[in-house]
């Protein structure tokens, strides 16, 4: 009797099948070409033909989500062809090699000239700073600076070095305490809490600060809910400390995001190196600058807080060149792509730009909120000086949205925003008490993983220390996120959270097999949905409210009592009470 199934079928080999044995061929499917026919943990033994490897990665890549639904991440998802262009064109060169590449050198210098002077260096003198992989380098050499001048004043002064330590608030991004861990330095986090809008309290850093306070740093656009920190006051507070006790502190603001927005849609705010102590500081190209991963810049405010011990003369490329980067080789291709958007938009595109995903973040805030199902823990759309969700500051919000929304955003003049908070154009949000009290089972999480069937990455995940017991969905809004796909966004919002209610009462398989929405037009929905709510209801009144949106979209589902179609109803708690109609 055969042993295995090779004997029983001899051609079986040949076809493939049973025992793995396929002739390799020039096709891009079906030559036998496989990402896993080895052991992927191993480095590949043989070679195989272009297009056969760039077709497994294409492949595999296709399950990655889409940039542009991708509202969890701050970095840019697109850029104009001629941008691309310049990428491809340079992805060979070197930024370091300044004696090979003078005119990428010309550039660099270029656009440190240009950072200078957007955040308000001296007047008349020349740029201090370097391009650097991201904001997380920046951050971590302006960290560095501060410990080498704080170093270098205590041995001055005869006195101990052994325990430096820097400040910043709990709500920091992993670089900041990367810094602090990686260069021996003392990481104190501020608590954060409702009252300091889940950032720096300043009050409570003044309170941490000693004679071995390196520095602080100061977060300019909290990746958790998008507010600025008060670099102004903060700085005014130091300067009486020192006028207290003789502590000499000073700021590196972490401006990863704020850095490329405050300039031209908020220019009255004072945060650069306008204030005082603010030393230097840090952002992302590939964010708010518009660019492609990765970039980002360091600047300080004059040579003298960059201390020359930092800095190396090399010589071996060519010529004599000085450098202070933690990384050596750097594409030059992202830096050339900085530049071009900086002459392609000026000014007066970055404006538009940021006016525009401003406004799609107040429209996409007062939306959420119109539905009486969710609360903004970010604050951009809300009257200047009114922070935290209430019925007040909800309706006030409102009320200057509509006021405002008639003006000209795709302008260049940033006083579009002066009656709002200041921040990014984050949006962080949460079921409203009223919601989670009749809905006590409602699972913030379920919502972002039916927010991932329509495609959209919405991340649902705790605030900092001090306040993790909150956790909150946040969608980040880009230069790519258009009215349109806001509008479509706040229909899908609503189609999940219902999702997930009619999950209590049903199963999976059921809730997701219902029909396609009556009504797919989305057109203007966020409008409709911002205005619809404009006034304090009542528990019944907000269940009412709650059916018409779904109505609106097409998401109301009908059960039929008799020869009667009705809405389905809602228990006195609010939850889904479907009406059956028993046969025999």
């Known amino acids: ?209 000693d004679e071995n306070t390196i520095g602080m740093f100061v977060i300019f656009g909290s990746t958790y809910t998008g507010h600025y920190e008060d670099v102004a006051e903060m700085s005014k507070l130091l300067d009486k400390l020192q006028q207290e006790k003789g502590y000499d502190v000073p700021i590196h603001v972490d401006g990863a995001s704020g850095a490329f927005i405050a300039p031209f849609a908020q220019p009255d705010l004072a945060w650069d190196f306008r204030v005082p ?9 590939h964010k708010f600058g518009l660019t492609y991963p990765g970039i980002g810049w360091v600047l300080w405010k004059a040579q003298e807080y960059l201390p020359s011990g930092l ?62 199902v969710y609360e903004c823990f970010s604050d951009i759309h809300r009257p200047r000086g009114q922070f935290g969700f209430s019925e007040e500051t909800r309706l006030s919000a409102s009320r200057l949205f509509d006021e405002t929304s008639s003006l000209d955003i795709s302008g260049a003049n940033p006083s579009v925003n002066e009656k709002f ?52 969905l946040r969608v980040v809004v880009k230069e790519t996120t258009s009215e349109d796909l806001i509008n479509r966004l706040i229909r899908d919002v609503m189609w999940a959270t219902q999702t997930m209610l009619d999950t209590e009462t049903k199963s999976l398989g059921e809730t997701l097999a219902k029909p396609l929405a009556s009504d797919p037009s989305v057109t203007n929905l966020a409008h409709a949905v911002a205005s619809s709510n404009t006034r304090t209801m009542d528990e019944h009144e907000k269940r009412s409210h709650w059916r018409g949106l779904l109505d609106k979209i097409g998401e109301l589902k009908k059960v039929n009592v008799g020869n009667k179609s009705t809405d389905e109803e809602l228990a006195d708690d609010g939850s889904s009470k479907p009406i059956y109609q028993k046969t025999c």
């Not at 102590?277 to 190209?285: E, H, L």
């Not at 792509?337 to 007066?348: M, S």
């Not at 984050?426 to 991932?452: C, G, M, Y």
Request: overall charge neutral; aromatic content about 10%.
């Open 277 to 285: 102590r603010v030393v230097s500081i840090s952002t992302s190209g």
């Open 421 to 472: 908070n200041w921040g990014a154009p984050v949006v962080a949000f949460r079921f409203t008490d009223w919601f989670i009290t009749t809905h006590p089972k409602a699972n913030q999480d379920i919502v972002s993983t039916f927010l991932r069937v329509r495609g959209w990455i919405i991340p649902n995940y705790p605030l900092p220390p001090d306040a993790n017991t909150i956790r909150v």
């Open 1 to 209: 009797m055969a042993e295995n199934v090779e004997d029983l079928l001899p051609g079986v080999r040949r076809l493939g099948l049973g025992k793995r044995r396929v002739t390799m061929t020039d096709m891009t499917y079906g030559s036998g070409y496989s990402e896993s026919s080895g052991d992927v943990r191993s480095f590949p033994k043989k070679s195989m033909p272009a297009r056969n490897a760039y077709q497994i990665i294409h492949d595999t890549l296709k399950f990655d989500g889409d940039p542009t639904l991708n509202c969890a991440t701050f970095l840019t998802t697109w850029m104009e062809p001629e941008a691309e262009k310049l990428i491809v064109e340079n992805l060979g060169k070197n930024r370091v090699d300044i004696d090979e590449y003078e005119s990428t050198e010309r550039i660099h210098r270029r656009c440190l000239a240009h950072l200078h002077d957007l955040w308000n260096g001296p007047k008349g003198a020349d740029a201090t700073g370097t391009v650097v992989v991201g904001s997380s380098e920046g951050i971590m050499l302006g960290g560095l600076a501060m410990k080498w001048r704080w170093r270098l004043r205590r041995e001055a002064a005869g006195k101990d070095t052994s325990k430096p330590n820097i400040l910043f608030g709990a709500n920091a991004q992993v670089a900041l305490e990367k810094t602090a861990r990686y260069f021996d330095i003392e990481a104190r986090l501020v608590p954060v809490c409702e009252d300091s809008h889940y950032c720096l309290d300043i009050h409570k850093a003044v309170d941490m600060i």
């Open 311 to 372: 800095e190396f003369e090399l010589s071996y490329l060519g010529g004599v060149e000085k450098t202070f980067t933690l990384n050596f080789s750097h594409p030059a291709c992202f830096l050339i792509a900085q530049y071009y958007q900086f002459i392609r938009y000026g000014h007066e595109g970055y404006t538009r730009i940021m006016n525009a995903c401003l406004y799609h973040a107040r429209l996409l805030s007062v939306a959420l909120e119109a539905t009486g």
